[in-house]
Nanobody
Framework: QVQLVESGGGLVQAGGSLRLSCAAS????????MAWYRQAPGKERELVAA???????NYGDSVKGRFTVSRDSAKNTVYLQMNSLKPEDTAVYYC???????????????????WGQGTQVTVSS
């Protein structure tokens, strides 16, 4: 079963940096669009950043200028570089792919609405 696998979370002091990554567990699957969401305790899940197939990006207002989303198409991996971290950035971060595709000859498979398992980011003051 293919999954989205996140890595890179951890504990960092305010002002520090972390880089999250997300990729499909099976390299033969690919995607065009991916988004990062986060959810803090007692709060709703919110969009952090998104990147689409043509490279355009979108960011939540609270992270603009501090976070950067990018992709390595050869590795089918998306990264979230988080700089100038603040305690209010503390949350579980999830990657989301609306469509994960597999092609083999005439056979194709399209998995929709996949979420990663989440990775904890904790920023201490």
């Amino acid at each position: 079963q293919v999954q989205l696998v996140e890595s890179g979370g951890g504990l960092v002091q305010a002002g520090g940096s972390l880089r999250l990554s997300c990729a499909a567990s099976k390299s033969e699957f690919s995607f065009d669009d991916m988004a990062w969401y986060r959810q803090a305790p007692g709060k709703e899940r919110e969009l952090v950043a998104a990147i689409v197939g043509d490279g355009n990006t979108n960011y939540g207002d609270s992270v603009k200028g501090r976070f950067t989303v990018s992709r390595d198409s050869a590795k089918n991996t998306v990264y979230l570089q988080m700089n100038s971290l603040k305690p209010e950035d503390t949350a579980v971060y999830y990657c989301y792919v609306p469509s994960l595709k597999y092609y083999s000859g005439s056979y194709s498979l399209d998995l929709i609405d996949l979420w990663g398992q989440g990775t904890q980011v904790t920023v201490s003051s």
